[in-house]
């Protein structure tokens, strides 16, 4: 079956351009993260949703960043005005609401500022 | 100090060998605890996930958990060199944390 997909897998953009990264869940998973992999550290947790309930934004490292998720399903994440140290892999993974510590991850976008 | 340490290797070790890999907490409120293994340019998939304090077994992998210590292991037995990937600890008590990883090779 398929699995959480993202794209694009590779971004790469000038400092100060905006950006946008897409999120398709396993269908059917009402619940869906965003999470931020950068070289040695561990996974920092970004934004959640959980159905039509208001997410969780509280990983959010500045205002720059934003997501949405639109019917339930697709979501995008979005940086405003990139900085270098926004370079880092963003993870997006699903899960059921009932198993939300069993997280199913996509392969990440690669998103490298220059 | 970070609520999740792991130490990032690199670790090398030849085929048949046995990992031990590692994690150490300081949130007593972690009560769930996942290993996770991502291949290079994939994201992270479950491998292992224990609830309570001892040992879990699957196949060649056997996860411990000390939470009098606030210690978890991973051991992989007959190390593969298909099991080479960054492997990611995590527990879960009001909020989830994930360990920074540790990169293994198996070399053939």
């Known amino acids: 079956g398929a699995g959480v997909s993202q794209s694009p897998s590779n971004k790469v953009t000038e400092k100060g351009k905006d950006v946008e990264l897409r999120c398709d869940p396993i269908s059917g998973h009402t619940a869906l993260y965003w999470y931020r992999q950068s070289l040695g550290q561990g996974l920092e947790f970004l934004i959640y949703?959980?159905?039509?309930?208001?997410?969780?934004k509280s990983g959010l490292p500045s205002d720059r960043f934003s997501a949405e998720r639109t019917g339930g399903s697709v979501s995008t994440l979005t940086i405003q005005r990139t900085q270098q140290e926004d370079s880092a892999v963003y993870l997006c993974?699903?899960?059921?609401?009932?198993?939300?510590?069993?997280?199913?991850f996509g392969p990440g976008t690669r998103l490298t500022v220059l | 100090q970070k609520e999740v340490e792991q130490d990032p290797g690199p670790l090398s070790v030849p085929e048949g060998a046995i990992v031990s890999l590692n994690c150490t907490y300081s949130n007593s409120a972690f009560q769930y605890f996942m290993w996770y293994r991502q291949y290079s340019r994939k994201g992270p998939e479950l491998l292992m996930y224990?609830?309570?304090?001892g040992n879990k077994e699957d196949g060649r992998f056997t996860a411990q958990v000390d939470k009098s210590s606030k210690y978890i292991s991973l051991f992989i037995r007959d190390s593969q060199p298909s099991d080479s990937a960054t492997y990611l600890c995590?527990?879960?008590?009001?909020?989830?944390?994930f360990g920074a990883g540790t990169r293994l090779t198996v070399k053939p």
């Open positions: 993974a699903s899960s059921l609401v009932v198993f939300r510590d069993i997280k199913y």
């Open positions: 995590a527990m879960k008590g009001n909020d989830m944390r």
């Open positions: 949703f959980q159905g039509n309930s208001a997410p969780d």
């Open positions: 224990t609830y309570s304090s």
